[in-house]
């Protein structure tokens, strides 16, 4: 009951639209951000997420990322709608991916992504939840994926930064309460400073 009205909370403040590849609303839609460039041609950081990310989404816009979430969204949609963004020219230098929670996250998804998106993007990825809050199956493949491309990948580690946060999950140990969406958004923008020239390690 607390995620549902948590999410209808969201829906209230979003409107929904698709990137290209989303998939139908079977599992309430998209729900997307948009944050014009601060500078020609620089695209803010691009987040993709499942329903876990929803209720960031305000947090996200007040921190400079774009953001796209939908429920039920594996890594293979994220996979998709990157692909259509690079055809239309509309692929941010940074995309944060923060999927995993619906299904596995394999090194042939991580290797596509980073075909996709090409040696001047940087592909961050987050470690996630499962329900009960339990870290992912893929938790330990996605952090060795910044020593296994070095400049290319970079971890946010979400297990690690929020493990001792109780308050900020709902009874299912997956979904966030308000407080815990906004961390989770400051959290991610961290990214922000890879879209510099010289990015800082974060």
């Known amino acids: 009951m607390a995620l549902a009205i948590a999410v209808c909370a969201a829906c209230a403040l979003m409107a929904a639209v698709t990137l290209p590849g989303s998939a139908p609303a079977a599992c309430g839609g998209a729900y997307r951000e948009t944050v014009k460039p ?8 691009l ?22 979430a939908r ?7 994220g996979l998709t709608m990157l692909a259509g963004l690079r055809r239309q020219g509309r692929l941010a230098r940074v995309v944060i991916v923060a999927l995993g929670a619906n299904g596995p996250v394999t090194e042939p998804q991580v290797t596509r992504a980073l075909g996709i998106l090409g040696t001047r993007r940087v592909l961050v990825m987050v470690t996630h939840w499962k329900p009960g809050h339990r870290a992912g199956n893929d938790t330990a493949l996605i952090r060795r994926e910044a020593h296994r491309h070095p400049g290319r990948v970079v971890v946010l580690d979400w297990i690690a ?42």
């Open 38 to 45: 601060p500078h020609r041609g620089v695209l803010p950081p």
């Open 161 to 202: 930064a929020s493990s001792r946060h109780s308050g900020w999950f709902q009874p299912d140990g997956l979904h966030l309460t308000f407080p815990g969406a906004a961390a989770f958004g400051r959290f991610l923008a961290r990214a922000v400073a890879l879209t510099t020239p010289h990015p800082k390690v974060v």
């Open 71 to 77: 429920g039920c969204r594996q890594y293979t949609e």
């Open 47 to 68: 987040a993709i997420g499942d329903s876990t990310l929803i209720l960031s989404l305000p947090t996200l816009r007040h921190e400079g990322i774009s953001a796209d």
